[in-house]
Nanobody, 118 residues
Framework: VQLVESGGGLVQPGGYLRLSCAASESVSSINVLGWYRQAAGKQRELVAQITSGGSEYYADSVKGRFTIVRDSAKNTVYLQMNSLKPEDTAVYYC?????????????WGQGTLVTVSS
């Protein structure tokens, strides 16, 4: 599975962005789709996930501000980010996890930079 992110950029605090992650295969065949982020000097952290069954998970730091959406028709997963804060500044990565025949496969996009600054 190839993943291509887009939508990053510079935004002022309180602003919004929508990240997109286009998958090369049907997202319906992917068990878990997620967004991670890595700020400078910090470890990569999970931001949001959505399973094939529609269950969602959000990190406490983004609950109520970010929304993950899976669009099966477009084979794309989105991360809508509202009320952005400077601490949201990071490279955001799309992730796909597939389980087949007892084997787990992880796929990553190249990342897109989000900078929240006035």
């Amino acid at each position: 599975v190839q993943l291509v992110e887009s939508g990053g950029g510079l935004v002022q605090p309180g602003g919004y962005l929508r990240l997109s992650c286009a998958a090369s295969e049907s997202v319906s065949s992917i068990n878990v789709l997620g967004w991670y982020r890595q700020a400078a000097g910090k470890q990569r952290e999970l931001v949001a996930q959505i399973t094939s069954g529609g269950s969602e998970y959000y990190a406490d730091s983004v609950k109520g501000r970010f929304t993950i959406v899976r669009d099966s028709a477009k084979n794309t997963v989105y991360l809508q980010m509202n009320s952005l804060k400077p601490e949201d500044t990071a490279v955001y990565y799309c992730n796909a996890v597939r389980f087949r025949l007892g084997k787990k496969s992880d796929y990553w996009g190249q990342g897109t930079l989000v900078t929240v600054s006035s």
